[in-house]
């Protein structure tokens, strides 16, 4: 009686595994599988070279950027035109969640391959250059699925983001250093013979001081302080409180931590630069803490990498990123602040502002790491 029920439990999951097996060149039919579905209307194109994807995944955004698979010199990188470009919101694992973070990621690519007419199975090399990925296991359990995504055929490589920021600055080469103060802060540092140091990025809770949580956390502690007379008072306060229409601590408190995504409270960095313009101590003493907190951060990896050489006069790049450093009009500049302050130290610094956004330097990356290892293979560049 059982026998009979058995064998009709084993063919149906004989059938699962068939539903899962690759369909096209060894690709797995992914559990978001609706996401692709839009391959099903697209033809394949004769000589189609093939295109890659560059992802910069942040706490804020996603940007996924689509460019084609051409045998350029490296120092023709930049003509390498963009064929899609998609966003998205945040992919930070350590933010979502991993299954949402997840989600993001592949939206943004399905997305972008979809705008420029092309479908997985012309896919060359993808780099995901996420922030989060802060150690071998979280680089190997990303490629795990994007193995189930992709054809067996595409190259698959994993950052962290502050490698695609780096390389948006240095045209796909990882030398130099790299400064990100976006809603998190970190710095990242290549030497050319592949050595690498890292400072901060541990997130709010382990201390991104300069970035503009923190800043903006520090702002809110300020307006705390000074509501229960444990501190000055302060212009941030009536700042903060009419840009929300809150009117007492109580309030604010509650306004912070009934959303626990980082960017909304990074998004009140603005208050804490207009009230230091317009004269307010305490505000102008947070922002000088987030210089001297970013210009730490480099100082280490600087120093324990040797970028500026024995004598400390060595030149090196130095890239800065993220919104907390893009030039500000006003009397109070942080990015300026910073180069002024790195300079002195390092009197080699060159410090650049990229003209490309990072995703666009992961998918340098992508055609850079695609293109060195057809060089080690000895194999055509282009293939099917």
Known sequence: MMRPEKEKEKEKEKEKEQDQVVVDAGMKRYRNGEIWEFEDDIGVSDGDSGVLLGLDGGTTSTVCICMPMIPFSHSQLHSLP????????????????????????EKVMAHALSKCGSKRSSVRAVCLAVSGVNHPTDQERILNWLRDIFPSHVKLYVLNDALAALSSGTMGKLHGCVLIAGTGSITYGFTEDGKEARAAGGGPVLGDWGSAYGIAAQALTAVIRAYDGRGPSTMLTSSIFQRHGLSSAEEIIGWTYADPAWARIAALVPNVVICAEAGDEVAHKILLEAVQELVSSVKAVVNRLGLCGQDGQS???????????????????????????????????????????PAVGAAWLAWNFFMKEKEKQQLPILED
Do not use: Q
């Open 82 to 105: 963009t064929l899609a470009r998609a966003v998205a919101g945040c992919s930070n694992h350590n933010s979502v969640g991993e299954i949402a973070a997840r989600e993001t990621i």
């Open 315 to 357: 030149s090196f790049p130095l890239v800065m990123v993220g919104g907390v450093l893009e030039a500000h009009r006003g009397s109070w500049d942080i990015g300026k602040e910073v180069i002024k302050c790195i300079t002195k130290c390092f009197p080699g610094v060159i410090p650049i502002r990229p003209k490309v956004e």
